[in-house]
């Protein structure tokens, strides 16, 4: 069996550097610093892009979980996501997940809708762009 590979989740949006906050936010990231050369993530991609395409990434300043890539494509977002993040709060019990679905509401997402059934209890959440989510 081989090693176990590091994963990037590179999500496709119309604002790279908002999404990027957003998320840092959520997940207790921070925004990387742009690549080398670069003073910001907007001069890095008008070194290396068309002008239409834009970067910006964030990660866990513990090294643990997946970095986000951010990549500003041009067509906008049609339908469900076919894949989305779980923001899993520890405890999943009620309040938590309300606590955890207010203040990401206060940093720009939508909440939808909460489901507490026979398996327990989420939120159904969309980022500022409307990328779904759940906080569990």
Same mark, same amino acid.
């Given at each position: ?15 790279? @550097? ?6 840092? %936010? ?6 990387? @610093?742009p =690549? ?8 890095f991609?008008?070194?290396? /892009?068309? #002008?239409? @395409? ?6 866990? =300043?513990? /090294?643990? /979980? *997946? $970095?986000?890539?951010? !990549?500003?494509? =041009?067509? *906008?977002?049609?339908?469900? &996501? $076919?894949?989305?993040?779980?923001? $899993? ?13 207010? $203040?990401l509401? /206060?940093? #720009?997402?939508? !909440?939808?809708? %909460? ?5 327990? +209890? ?5 980022? =500022?762009?409307? &990328? @779904?989510? +759940?906080? +569990?």
């Amino acid at each position: 069996m081989g090693m176990a590979k590091r994963v990037q989740i590179a999500i496709d949006c119309a604002d790279p @550097e908002r999404l990027a906050d957003f998320w840092a %936010t959520a997940l207790g990231y921070a925004v990387e @610093e742009p =690549p080398a050369g670069a003073s910001s993530w907007a001069e890095f991609s008008r070194s290396v /892009g068309d #002008g239409a @395409e834009a970067w910006c990434a964030a990660a866990d =300043p513990a /090294g643990l /979980g *997946p $970095r986000l890539l951010f !990549h500003r494509v =041009p067509e *906008p977002k049609r339908g469900k &996501n $076919r894949l989305h993040l779980d923001v $899993r709060v520890g405890v999943a019990d009620q309040a938590g997940i309300e606590a955890e679905t207010a $203040r990401l509401v /206060g940093r #720009g997402a939508v !909440h939808l809708r %909460t489901i507490e059934d026979e398996t327990g +209890c989420f939120a159904v959440l969309q980022d =500022p762009e409307g &990328n @779904e989510f +759940c906080v +569990c």
